[in-house]
């Protein structure tokens, strides 16, 4: 039985960090491409990170490239996404997810299926 468990949202100054996992059960993440999306209020669900069930292939969403990390520990079977200088416009509702890739490496198109239930992430002074 699938069970996700992501946490690490919260309140959090312009500029400052948090570190977003999820933690899953019933899937094996090493099998699996990983992403991380995102929806605030009135606006679509938007990408904001992939890695591909190989490892060897990572997407960033161009707004948060250089500030915010993927990755994944499969020993312990979670998926994280460490966030650092935080901007107001970051502020939204946060879920992990888990899909195939067929092995294609091309992590923006997987069939993501293994979803987290979202975390919410404010970014306010």
């Known amino acids: 039985q699938l069970q996700v468990v992501e946490s690490g949202g919260g309140l959090v100054q312009p500029g400052g960090s948090l570190r977003l996992s999820c933690a899953y059960s019933?899937?094996?993440?090493?099998?699996?491409?990983i992403g991380w999306f995102r929806q605030a209020p009135g606006k679509d669900r938007e990408a904001v990170s992939c890695?591909?069930?190989?490892?060897?292939?990572?997407n960033y969403a161009h707004s948060v490239s250089g500030r915010f990390t993927i990755s994944k520990d499969n020993a312990n079977n979670t998926v994280y996404l460490q966030m650092n200088s935080l901007k107001p416009e970051d502020t939204a509702v946060y879920h992990c997810?888990?899909?195939?890739?067929?092995?294609?490496?091309?992590?923006?198109?997987?069939?993501?299926?293994?979803w987290g239930q979202g975390t919410q992430v404010t970014v306010s002074s």
């Open positions: 997810a888990a899909g195939t890739d067929y092995g294609s490496g091309d992590c923006p198109s997987a069939d993501y299926t293994y």
């Open positions: 019933g899937i094996t993440v090493d099998y699996y491409a």
């Open positions: 890695l591909s069930s190989s490892g060897r292939s990572i």
